[in-house]
């Protein structure tokens, strides 16, 4: 592990010192700069955003979170939050240092999210940071829960503290984006996915929809799979695919931790789902949710809860109210959520401005077919007035695929 900052890759360095006037703004330290302390916080604070990644699908409902000590230039202590009851980042970096038998004395402590000033699930990680004479805190994000948001700030410069903000905080917030979400509102983020032709197919005109992507574009998936908390999709897909909708390896095994799966979710309106599906069957069927209509006849509704749990929703035009489910889901801490498709329900999320994020993969292939399934059906605008625009737009090549990820700006 490098401890010299001066082992900054040259283009990470320059690119966060043309971002200067903003994190400094920030900070309110325009008079002061010192340059080679941005670069140092920026080294520092890069390895803190390592290791929360550590926690990616872990966390929930808690942000990912990292943190190191740094003293006289040398990493002493590292840690990150690795599931919500656990110590948090700060005290898993302090334990690091004091089980190497370093004081944090005189330290400098480099966090990705503003530390906790108040009694939750753990004690307040100020206290332990004041306790430890800890002498500067540099913090990427400030806690963006109004109830909480720069208290512990405060309480750390009341302390005598020098305490910076604002060091990568773009990374810290993208890393973040669904708690940051549901923490405000208490709905989950939600990313609609699609694996697709080069001309928008998700399926051919027979319903055949295996395999449009290559290895890489589907391993990806699979990750983002694993980051959130919860995988919908329509019941003509369940009828058409019968997907288990885990988090696999390309062997079929599920990716670490086995023990903390997505909870798995159809819209059903009628309660069509085959008691033979595989997610009302298999070894998962405890993280599966049937949501049904209010409608749905009463002998499938039960058959199915013997199995799997089903929730009873209130309809809006004759499909699942996706409003009611969005706040339930966020009532039962579920602070993600993964649409993946088919094209109706794609549709729903995006014309219902419920989506937050695409993430599209396009294979170099093209179906053709004016019945095939598409990537995103519904009505369709109908005029330029009501299209959806997207916005904070990156493309990358994953083999021979290429990704879309971006934001709805509606
Ligand atoms: N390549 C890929 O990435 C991919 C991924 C997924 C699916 N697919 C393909 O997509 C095809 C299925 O797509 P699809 O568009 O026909 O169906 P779908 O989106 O899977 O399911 C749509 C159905 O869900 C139910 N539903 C309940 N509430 C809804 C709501 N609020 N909004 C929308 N739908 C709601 C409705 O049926 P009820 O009224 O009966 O409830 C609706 O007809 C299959 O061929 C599948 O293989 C491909």
Same mark, same amino acid.
């Given at each position: 592990?490098?401890?010299?900052?001066?082992?900054?890759?040259?283009? $990470? !360095?320059?690119?966060?010192? =043309?971002?200067?006037?903003?994190?400094?703004?920030?900070?309110?330290?325009?008079?002061?700069?010192?340059?080679?302390?941005?670069?140092?916080?920026?080294?520092?604070?890069?390895?803190?955003?390592?290791?929360?990644?550590?926690?990616?699908?872990?966390?929930?409902?808690?942000?990912?979170?990292?943190?190191?000590?740094?003293? #006289?230039?040398?990493?002493?202590?590292?840690?990150?939050?690795?599931?919500?009851? !656990?110590?948090?980042?700060?005290?898993?970096?302090?334990?690091?240092?004091?089980?190497?038998? *370093?004081?944090?004395?005189?330290?400098?402590?480099?966090?990705?999210?503003?530390?906790?000033?108040?009694?939750?699930?753990?004690?307040?990680?100020?206290? #332990?940071?004041?306790? #430890?004479?800890?002498?500067?805190?540099?913090?990427?994000?400030?806690?963006?829960?109004?109830?909480?948001?720069?208290?512990?700030?405060?309480?750390?410069?009341?302390?005598?503290?020098?305490?910076?903000?604002?060091?990568?905080?773009?990374?810290?917030?993208?890393?973040?984006?669904?708690?940051?979400? +549901? *923490?405000?509102?208490?709905?989950?983020?939600?990313?609609?996915?699609?694996?697709?032709?080069?001309?928008?197919? *998700?399926?051919?005109?027979?319903?055949?929809?295996? +395999?449009?992507? &290559?290895?890489?574009?589907?391993?990806?998936?699979?990750?983002? @799979?694993? &980051?959130?908390?919860?995988?919908?999709? &329509?019941?003509?897909?369940?009828?058409?695919?019968?997907?288990?909708?885990?988090?696999?390896?390309?062997?079929?095994? *599920?990716?670490?931790?086995?023990?903390?799966?997505?909870?798995?979710?159809? %819209?059903?309106?009628?309660?069509?789902?085959?008691?033979?599906?595989? /997610?009302?069957?298999?070894?998962?069927?405890?993280?599966?949710?049937?949501?049904?209509?209010?409608?749905?006849?009463?002998?499938?509704?039960?058959?199915?809860?013997? !199995?799997?749990?089903?929730?009873?929703?209130?309809? !809006?035009?004759? =499909?699942?109210?996706?409003?009611?489910? %969005?706040?339930?889901?966020?009532? $039962? $801490?579920?602070?993600?959520? /993964?649409?993946?498709?088919?094209?109706?329900?794609?549709?729903?999320?995006?014309?219902?401005?419920?989506?937050? =994020?695409?993430?599209?993969?396009?294979?170099?292939?093209? /179906?053709?077919?004016?019945?095939?399934?598409?990537?995103?059906?519904?009505?369709?605008? &109908?005029?330029?007035?009501?299209?959806?625009?997207?916005?904070?737009?990156?493309? @990358?090549?994953?083999?021979?695929?290429?990704?879309?990820?971006? @934001?709805?700006?509606?």
């Amino acid at each position: 592990m490098a401890t010299n900052p001066s082992a900054i890759k040259g283009r $990470e !360095q320059t690119d966060d010192l =043309r971002r200067l006037p903003k994190s400094l703004e920030t900070a309110g330290h325009i008079e002061n700069f010192d340059a080679r302390q941005h670069a140092c916080d920026v080294h520092w604070m890069r390895l803190a955003l390592g290791l929360a990644r550590k926690g990616w699908g872990r966390t929930s409902p808690n942000p990912m979170v990292g943190a190191v000590l740094v003293k #006289a230039g040398k990493l002493i202590g590292k840690g990150w939050h690795k599931r919500a009851g !656990q110590p948090h980042a700060e005290i898993e970096a302090l334990c690091d240092a004091e089980s190497k038998g *370093i004081s944090p004395e005189g330290s400098m402590l480099y966090v990705t999210l503003e530390p906790c000033s108040t009694h939750g699930r753990t004690p307040p990680c100020t206290d #332990a940071i004041i306790a #430890a004479g800890i002498k500067r805190v540099v913090m990427a994000t400030v806690d963006p829960n109004p109830r909480h948001s720069g208290r512990g700030i405060d309480l750390l410069r009341h302390a005598s503290i020098e305490v910076i903000t604002g060091c990568l905080a773009h990374s810290a917030e993208r890393l973040n984006e669904s708690w940051n979400h +549901w *923490i405000l509102h208490r709905t989950p983020w939600v990313i609609v996915k699609a694996a697709m032709t080069l001309d928008g197919k *998700i399926a051919t005109v027979n319903g055949e929809s295996k +395999w449009i992507t &290559g290895p890489l574009a589907r391993a990806y998936s699979m990750r983002i @799979r694993r &980051g959130v908390d919860a995988v919908l999709v &329509g019941i003509n897909t369940v009828l058409a695919d019968n997907p288990s909708l885990t988090p696999r390896h390309p062997d079929g095994t *599920i990716l670490p931790p086995a023990s903390r799966l997505p909870k798995r979710v159809v %819209l059903d309106t009628h309660a069509r789902t085959p008691l033979s599906a595989r /997610l009302v069957s298999d070894d998962f069927r405890d993280s599966t949710l049937i949501v049904v209509g209010e409608n749905a006849p009463h002998r499938r509704v039960e058959s199915l809860s013997r !199995q799997v749990t089903v929730w009873s929703a209130p309809l !809006q035009n004759g =499909r699942i109210d996706l409003h009611w489910l %969005l706040n339930r889901l966020g009532e $039962e $801490e579920i602070t993600s959520v /993964l649409v993946e498709g088919g094209g109706e329900v794609n549709a729903s999320f995006l014309a219902n401005k419920l989506a937050h =994020r695409v993430v599209f993969l396009y294979a170099p292939r093209i /179906l053709g077919g004016r019945d095939a399934p598409k990537s995103v059906a519904g009505l369709g605008a &109908g005029n330029w007035h009501e299209v959806l625009k997207l916005t904070a737009v990156k493309w @990358r090549r994953i083999g021979p695929d290429l990704l879309l990820s971006a @934001r709805l700006a509606y």
